[in-house]
Antibody, heavy 121, light 111 residues
Framework: QVQLQESGPGLVKPSETLSLTCTVS????????WSWVRQSPGKGLEWIGH???????NYNPSLKSRVTISLDTSESQFSLTLSSVTAADAAVYYC???????????????WGQGTLVTVSS | DIVMTQSPDSLAVSLGERATINCKSS????????????LAWYQQKAGQPPKLIIK???TRESGVPDRFSGSGSGTDFTLTINSLQAEDVAVYYC????????FGQGTNLEI
């Protein structure tokens, strides 16, 4: 059974860059896409973006200018960077596996436990 | 953007009774070429990540009890939990994957 685990700093200063990594175990990268979703009290669950096993990415338009998702298949990891963070970016960040169809990824079938990111100086 | 709106925001149901949660999308999530509704339901218990329980609007994920069922098509969907158990206390979210990805605001189910 696949397991996902987020890691990274829990505190980021305003205007700086948030960086998180998701380590995947017990599963293969090649037949899924890999996503970041965040959850905050004010905005609920919000899809940030995803990356396919081939490295192609798709981002939420509202975050696209600040988001990069990358993949390291040799380490079974994928990562999120979010630049120029503000208090609005404070949330629990989840990494998740997506089931992929013929033309696109669909739903999220496995999730990490989540990591809380606070934005404060 | 497709906006997902759930009702009610909160729901209290007695043990053994039925819970019904509604989800409405701002545009249809039914893909005409394959006649599939691009809608999923998730259960999130306190302190845990969301868990996929229903995909394609009505297909239960493996291991999900059959008291959970999903129905609806187009823009209107329902999650029904029959014979409510104590372990069903959670927040439930609908999510569309027809165009990008968006979630409902959640429905808090209590006993």
């Amino acid at each position: 059974q696949v397991q996902l685990q987020e890691s990274g700093p829990g505190l980021v200063k305003p205007s700086e860059t948030l960086s998180l990594t998701c380590t995947v175990s017990g599963g293969s990268f090649t037949s899924h896409s890999w996503s970041w979703v965040r959850q905050s009290p004010g905005k609920g669950l919000e899809w940030i973006g995803h990356i396919s096993y081939s490295g192609s990415t798709n981002y939420n338009p509202s975050l696209k200018s600040r988001v990069t998702i990358s993949l390291d298949t040799s380490e079974s990891q994928f990562s999120l960077t979010l630049s120029s963070v503000t208090a609005a970016d404070a949330a629990v960040y989840y990494c998740a596996r997506m089931i992929v169809g013929v033309t696109k990824p669909y739903y999220f079938d496995s999730w990490g436990q989540g990591t809380l990111v606070t934005v404060s100086s | 953007d497709i906006v997902m709106t759930q009702s009610p925001d909160s729901l209290a149901v007695s043990l053994g009774e039925r819970a019904t949660i509604n989800c409405k999308s701002s545009q249809s999530v039914l893909y005409s070429s394959n006649n599939k509704n691009y809608l999923a339901w998730y259960q999130q218990k306190a302190g845990q990540p969301p868990k996929l329980i229903i995909k394609w609007a009505s297909t239960r994920e493996s291991g999900v009890p059959d008291r959970f069922s999903g129905s609806g098509s187009g823009t209107d969907f329902t999650l029904t939990i029959n014979s409510l158990q104590a372990e069903d206390v959670a927040v439930y979210y609908c999510q569309q994957y027809y165009s990008s990805y968006s979630f409902g605001q959640g429905t808090n189910l209590e006993i």
